[in-house]
């Protein structure tokens, strides 16, 4: 009996660092509304994540999303380049449109599956 894998939790933030091997640091900002006082506050906060073929640069805006712990630190991997930092020059954008089409593509194939495996 197999069961659809539920949806995963999935951030957007800029990548601060990227001095380790395989691995980028996201900064992922909220903003929120204190409930007390009505102010709105920013909350930072940052993620380590497992970046395989080490596409991401500092200043890039990246979709991670979570999952199993790959080492003490790291419980996110990245999904998408959503957005190129200015400096890094056309080719990373092209990278980054390239890498958000081929997530697309993968996201509606297994629905598609999921579809297939379920009416059968």
Do not use: F, N
């Amino acid at each position: 009996m197999t069961q659809a894998r539920l949806t995963r939790r999935s951030v957007i933030g800029t990548v601060i660092g990227t001095k380790m091997d395989k691995t980028i640091i996201v900064r992922v900002e909220t903003l929120y509304k204190h409930a007390k006082y009505g102010k709105y506050l920013r909350h930072r906060k940052k993620y380590y994540a497992h970046d395989e073929d080490e596409t991401a640069g500092i200043g890039d805006q990246v979709s991670i999303v979570a999952c199993r712990p790959l080492s003490k630190l790291k419980r996110w991997r990245l999904e998408t380049i959503v957005q190129a930092a200015p400096d890094r020059g056309a080719d990373v954008a092209a990278i980054a449109a390239a890498g958000a089409e081929d997530v697309l593509a993968s996201k509606k194939q297994k629905k598609e599956q999921q579809a297939d495996g379920g009416a059968s």
